[in-house]
């Protein structure tokens, strides 16, 4: 059915341009034909007891895992690309990487890893028992060996693009890619907290640059980008952006009506994101008055007291 409005579907069908499924993942896939998608992206809850999610033992949670990538599996495009974003599993102050419990059940299904990619990012909980938790992964798989790779779409500045060939047949002829280069597989891009111009309500969402990248580079103009986790709506987002388009399903009903104003809002123009060429704020290079410490000044009370403690730990009897 067509919300007529809103050019938002809520049930899939191959000829519209964005679908919001407001419901389970599974009712959502059972209608998406075999072989039909491009990329399925998405960032599953991680089962550690937000908002969205029921705590469950790891075993359960694998076991729903599976049958939702199974399904994703069947409805992958022989040239297409599953894309699994994943943080940790934590238990009691252990932690289990999710990618390496989840890629099992990739490989059964006869997928083949093509990178785990490390997304790092500067913000977050801190951490007091082990280092603060600043990286989680996109773990990415392809159906064939014949999938669609376009770099050239998402290629970054070179370090050194005046760099020459200096000896060779080739000397004196620039030796990179004037284009760019391929940006590898470590993303430093800031996560979506309190002053991200992309924040909403929602506890992890996934910032819209991050899957401009995996739909320009895995997927052609018209294809169809898939999210069994829509939250707010950040992947199809993203494929609407690019002239793909856009399916997810999301559970919960404020979720699904910040998707459908924040897709709205990308197809009127007036979504603010953060935009993939903005390089990451430097504080020492913004000029920023905060990066000097008060007590390094000569005079200040914290330094005082540290000339304090070190005279007297001089004099303190051995
Ligand atoms: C980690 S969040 C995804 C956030 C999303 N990447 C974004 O940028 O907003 C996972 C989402 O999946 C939803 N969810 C959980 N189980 C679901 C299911 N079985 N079917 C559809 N959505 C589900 C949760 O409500 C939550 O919003």
Known sequence: MINRKSNIADSFTLSERAVVYPGDCLDLLRDVPSESVQLVVTSPPYNIGKEYEKRMHLDRYLRQQAEVIAQCARVLSPTGSICWQVG???????????DAVLYPIFASLGLKMRNRIIWHFEHGLHCTRR?????????????????LFNVDAVRVPQKYPGKKYFKGPKAGQYS????????????????????????????CQFPVELIERLVLSMTGEGGWVLDPFLGTGTSIIAAIRHGRRGAGAETQTKYVALARQRIEQEMNGTLQTRPMTRPVYDPLEAGNSLTVAPWTKKDSAQMLLLEKTKRKQRYAPK
């Open 88 to 98: 940790n599993y934590v238990d009691g102050g252990a932690i289990v990487p999710l």
């Open 176 to 203: 990179c890619n004037p284009l760019g280069k391929n940006p590898g597989d470590l993303w430093v891009i800031p996560n979506v907290k309190s002053n991200h111009v992309e924040k909403t309500s929602h506890p």
């Open 131 to 147: 280092f603060s938790g600043r990286y989680e992964t996109i773990i990415w798989f392809t159906k064939t060996d014949n999938y």
